[in-house]
């Protein structure tokens, strides 16, 4: 069986222990919708590490004086935060695969001006090949 920090495996009083909280603290939140641990079969709770460890933040955002409905909103916003993160990597790695899968799509090179002239793949920046000859001007000519 693998287990990650999302297993759920502690039962409440092994939970309440990790935390420092009371049992009926534990269930309060469930109740609250603070934290939502898994169930087994017969009902029962199944905390994992993650929500001992969000049920440690709770405590700490309490202790500091926020109050039950503030620490909900606090603890959504910071769930929204981290999906939103986790989107941005995956739509990051996508754009580095696309990148990869794609090479020489836009190339870009100085035209004879000095400016930036975007060229297709395999294309050249087209330069004046003019020979030019100079000869000064008033001797005897």
């Given at each position: 069986m693998d287990m990650d920090a999302d297993?759920?495996?502690f039962a409440i009083a092994a939970?309440?222990?990790?935390?420092?909280?009371?049992p009926q603290t534990l269930r309060q939140y469930d109740r609250l919708g603070l934290v939502s641990p898994g169930r087994t079969a017969g009902q029962s709770?199944?905390?994992?590490l993650r929500d001992v460890a969000q049920l440690r933040e709770i405590a700490a955002l309490s202790a500091e004086g926020l109050n039950l409905e503030g620490i909900?909103?606090?603890l959504s916003l910071e769930n929204q935060?981290?999906?939103?993160?986790?989107?941005?990597?995956?739509?990051?790695?996508?754009?580095?695969?696309?990148?990869?899968?794609?090479?020489?799509?836009?190339?870009?090179?100085a035209g004879t001006e000095?400016?930036?002239?975007?060229?297709?793949?395999?294309?050249?920046?087209?330069r004046?090949?003019?020979?030019?000859?100079?000869r000064q001007l008033g001797r005897g000519e």
């Open positions: 297993t759920p495996v939970a309440a222990e990790l935390a420092g909280m009371h709770r199944r905390y994992s909900k909103r606090i935060v981290a999906a939103l993160s986790e989107r941005v990597r995956e739509l990051e790695h996508a754009l580095a695969d696309e990148l990869l899968a794609r090479p020489g799509r836009r190339v870009f090179a000095g400016d930036v002239v975007s060229l297709r793949a395999g294309e050249r920046v087209r004046n090949n003019a020979v030019v000859v100079w």
